[in-house]
């Protein structure tokens, strides 16, 4: 019989330290997959966030420089600014790409910064236990809004997605899911095109993946999945936003 | 004409989180009874009903499982 | 030349090819020197959307190698202090200016030197320490500048370059040079994209306290490094001084000048002028305490360098202070006059 899947070889056989069917493990092995694919070991840079993906580094045999919580952005801007010929790429959750780093974020995108950010959206902040995300939905219950989120109080889900679609300078905005795995397959191949919108220098790419939290959301790793097709793509509804290169064609 | 397919899963990695046990179409993973060094039930593969769909490996989080298939 | 300028064109010259800022005044001459002459060397110029984001864009080109840099003033300062910390504890060089404004809050926009504190201790968290420069001219302005491109790449460390409102806007004639040679350590730690390598990982996060102690005391064994060779000063006529005023940067000008006045008067007064701010340079006072009676340190703010001095002489000299903060800018007969009230009060 022939092999037909086995791990990728820009994926170090590091144990992955996330929990039971976290989100992060499946979209590690897509993004190394796809280095592997495009063969750009050789000229990538990433930039892992603060969070439950901080030690990135241990998984990606990539060039990475870790960057304090929010500044992804403006630390790739950096790189990329210094070393045009690198592809970089940021992956961020929710509070570091739209709380914390909200300035950053939207200012590369408005710069159209030639940098691909992957956005991982589980509705709450996951390494320091669960609390409050910007993206954390209206009645949802986590430990920093106890009684559900509420509009009056705490605003309501922040789609900074929608928001950064509207700039000039954003090339590539879409949303994905891993709830199937014809999502999972349908989100490699939205993040292969952000890293080829790069390439092609059309501007900024952003790909943000419906991610389950088992652990916060206290459920079990195949129920946190249903409630991504359940409930979390009926607030947050994948698709594409923007892809320039369809505008341009 | 049936396409025979087989996996191996690395048990060590395994975490029993059960993804792969949901989406195979064939039932060809259980979780067994033995323990890891992690503390968990780690998934096995029954014999005899994989038709390398892969479709366990692309939602193993771990990366546990490899896919072999028939020509 | 504008001593903006002069911080501009010798980054310019050292070879700094990335510069990120944001106006802030006084010092916006800065960006918009940078502007206009990175073009012109095919270097990166780009204004961030804070100072947040500009430290973090140095950052990020410091780590692929460039010679980057920033500048900003005193508030400004205060929101890079996350990204210093970074800096220093991930080992990347960067060059960093802060043409001091009077604060705390907003402050205004005239000179200073209230920021000594946030200069010499932190001002980021966590255990690190950053050489500070002071100069006192545009010449040394200038001059340290082009040097603390080699220091921040020989240590790889971020250095800051402390001017005030006056030094930024003033205008002294300067002779321009070649960068000095230096011994450059290889920069065998930055990102470049992982071809034929095995992958660079530049971090700080290290969860396990005995490697982080590890990682701490090694930090520590450059800074102890640092402050051997790196501690400066400039001594003018301490030779046979009962009194000794301690200044820096504009501080130390108008201090010059009162001591001059006050030696044409037949007192035996003398100026230490530390131009590292941290490492201060501690020999220089602890050899001068040997022989001086009164220690005089006058300084733009309330009282911070102070300290230091104080460390130093260990208790065998007594201090005074002499402060205008705010940003008020005394002129030499002021110093004077308060040099003439110790000398008699002490009877010295």
């Known amino acids: 019989m022939k092999k037909i899947f086995a791990r990728p070889a820009c994926l170090k056989a590091n144990p992955f330290h996330y929990c039971p069917g976290c989100g992060h493990s499946i979209l590690h092995r897509l993004v190394a997959e796809i280095i592997d694919e495009m063969d750009i070991r050789g000229i990538t840079i990433g930039i892992p966030p603060a969070g439950c993906a901080v030690l990135a580094y241990n998984y990606f045999d990539v060039d990475m420089v870790e960057s304090a919580h929010g500044r992804g952005c403006a630390i790739a801007t950096g790189v990329k600014r210094a070393r045009p010929e690198c592809l970089v790429f940021t992956y961020q959750g929710d509070g570091d790409i739209s709380a914390i780093g909200t300035a950053e974020t939207l200012h590369a995108a408005n710069r159209g910064e030639l940098i691909t950010s992957i956005f991982v959206n589980n509705a709450v902040y996951g390494m320091t236990g669960g609390q409050m995300a910007p993206t954390t939905m209206l009645g949802q219950k986590t430990s920093t809004s106890p009684y559900g989120r509420r509009a009056k109080v ?30 999972v397959n349908a989100t490699k191949k939205a993040i292969r095109k952000g890293f080829d919108i790069q390439r092609q220098g059309l501007g900024y790419a952003l790909i943000e993946v419906l991610s389950p939290c088992p652990t916060n959301w206290k459920l079990s790793s195949v129920e946190s999945f249903k409630y991504l097709e359940d409930v979390m793509e009926k607030e947050f509804v994948p698709g594409v936003l923007k892809d320039i290169s369809k505008e341009k064609a | 004409m049936a396409v025979n397919g087989m996996i191996t899963i690395d048990k060590s990695l395994c975490k029993a989180c059960e993804l792969c046990i949901s989406v195979c179409p064939e039932g060809a993973i259980q979780l067994s009874d033995e323990i890891n060094t992690k503390g968990y039930h780690p998934a096995e593969f029954i014999k005899e009903r994989c038709k ?10 771990e990366v546990a499982i490899e896919v072999y298939r028939e020509r | 030349m504008k001593g903006t300028d002069a911080i501009a064109e010798a980054a310019i010259q050292a070879g ?12 916006n001459e800065i960006p918009e020197y940078m502007s206009r002459r990175m073009d012109e060397v095919g270097g990166v110029f780009l204004q961030g959307e804070s100072e947040i984001a500009s430290i973090n864009m140095v950052h990020g080109a410091a780590a692929t190698g460039a010679r980057a840099m920033t500048s900003s003033s ?18 990347i060089p960067a060059v960093i200016v802060n043409i001091v404004r009077g604060g705390p809050g907003l402050g205004n926009i005239a000179p200073s030197q ?19 420069f002071a100069p ?17 790449d020989i240590y790889r460390t971020p250095v800051m370059i402390i001017g005030d409102g006056m030094m930024g806007q003033m205008m002294e004639p300067i002779t321009m040079h070649a960068q000095p040679p230096a011994d450059l350590p290889p920069k065998d730690y930055i990102l470049t994209g992982a071809q034929g ?21 090694k930090l520590k064994r450059k800074y102890d490094l640092m402050r051997q060779t790196l501690p400066r000063h400039e001594e003018y006529m301490t030779d046979d001084a009962t009194m000794v005023v301690v ?28 131009i590292t701010l941290w490492p201060f340079p501690d020999e220089a006072v602890t050899s001068i305490a040997k022989k001086a009676k009164l220690f005089l340190v006058f300084e733009m703010s309330t009282g911070q360098m102070i300290d230091d001095v104080r460390l130093a002489v260990g208790g065998s000299v007594e201090c005074v202070f002499y402060g205008r903060p705010g940003g008020v800018v005394p002129a030499p007969q002021e110093i004077q006059r308060i040099i003439e009230r110790h000398w008699l009060q002490k009877e010295l």
């Open chain 1, 154 to 183: 705490e605003g309501y889900p922040l789609k900074i997605t929608d928001l950064i679609a509207n700039l000039p300078g954003a090339a590539y905005v879409v949303r994905t899911s891993l709830a199937t795995p014809a999502k």
């Open chain 3, 136 to 152: 006192a001219s545009i010449q040394e302005l200038y001059d340290i500048t082009m040097e603390s491109f080699d220091i921040a």
């Open chain 3, 197 to 217: 390598r095995p992958s660079r990982i530049l971090r700080s996060l290290i969860l396990h306290p005995p490697e982080m102690e590890e990682h701490n005391w």
């Open chain 3, 16 to 27: 700094c090819r990335c510069y990120f800022g944001y106006p802030i005044t006084p010092q």
């Open chain 3, 247 to 274: 200044a820096y940067g504009t501080a130390a000008r108008i201090a010059k000048g009162a001591v001059k006045r006050a030696r044409s008067e037949g007192l035996k007064v003398g100026l230490l002028r530390p």
């Open chain 3, 74 to 91: 005193s508030p400004g300062i205060s929101l890079k202090q996350e990204g210093l910390s970074f800096l220093a504890a991930q080992e």
């Open chain 3, 114 to 132: 209230g920021d000594y504190y946030q200069a010499t201790r932190g001002g980021g968290h966590g255990d690190y320490r950053m050489p500070v």
């Open chain 2, 52 to 61: 390398g769909c892969s479709l366990c490996a692309l939602m193993c989080p």
